[in-house]
């Protein structure tokens, strides 16, 4: 079973910096696309950021210049620095495993920016 667990979140003061990390179990992880989203509450979930197993980036417009995502599939494990870090950052964040067709979810995060 593919697992992808989170770890990482806190609280952070407006213009401080996080890193997120999670770690996947169950898979052949430098074969997978892995994903970042958040959500925030009232709202929908949203792609933070992408990392293809090429290495290949995306990131969502909110977000752009400010965080990055990397991997180490030594490690089985994709980040997420988060740097310049708004209130509005605020969210728990998730990861997602893609295998094929399929998404895994991990468990979620919980970042909270304070102003």
């Known amino acids: 079973q593919v697992q992808p667990v989170e770890s990482g979140g806190g609280l952070v003061q407006a213009g401080g910096s996080l890193r997120l990390s999670c770690a996947v179990s169950?898979?052949?992880?430098?074969?997978?696309?892995m994903n970042w989203y958040r959500q925030a509450p009232g709202k929908q979930r949203e792609l933070v950021a992408r990392?293809?197993?090429?290495?290949?980036?995306n990131y969502g417009d909110s977000v752009k210049g400010r965080f990055t995502i990397s991997r180490d599939n030594a490690k089985s494990t994709v980040y997420l620095q988060m740097d310049s870090l708004k209130p509005e950052d605020t969210a728990v964040y998730y990861c997602?495993?893609?295998?094929?067709?399929?998404?895994?979810w991990g468990q979620g995060t919980q970042v909270t920016v304070s102003s």
């Open positions: 997602q495993c893609c295998v094929g067709t399929r998404g895994y």
């Open positions: 169950g898979t052949l992880f430098s074969t997978n696309t």
């Open positions: 990392i293809t197993a090429g290495g290949s980036t």
